[in-house]
């Protein structure tokens, strides 16, 4: 009888172990759905980032093209920066650099 459980244990596609499921592909998060890809660069970018990017560069389309194409390119770095250290400390940094060179120049 013992041997019938473990027969029947053995024919199932997957077996919960601890937090992972065996045998199960991983579900992909929302995040990795929504990225955008840029094949040609050889990168991605996450359409929030996209999104606010292109905003913040609109915000700034009334001090100039120069400027607000200048805006989208810190709101890439900065949206990019966020995502990978996940903490604001380095887009803030770049933002204050970006900042400095922007009333030097």
Request: zero cysteines; a positive charge.
């Amino acid at each position: 009888m013992d041997k019938e459980v473990d027969k029947g244990k053995e024919n199932r596609p997957a077996e919960f172990r601890g937090r992972a499921f065996v045998g199960h592909k991983p579900q992909t998060t929302l995040e990795e759905r929504l990225r955008v890809s840029f094949p040609a660069l050889g990168t991605s970018i996450s359409s929030a980032v996209l999104i606010v990017a292109v905003l913040f560069g609109l915000i700034h389309l009334a001090i100039g093209l120069a400027t607000a194409a200048a805006a989208l390119v810190l709101g890439l770095l900065a949206g990019e920066l966020r995502r990978r250290s996940s903490s604001l400390l380095p887009p803030i940094v770049l933002r204050a650099i970006f900042n400095v060179f922007s009333a030097v120049w």
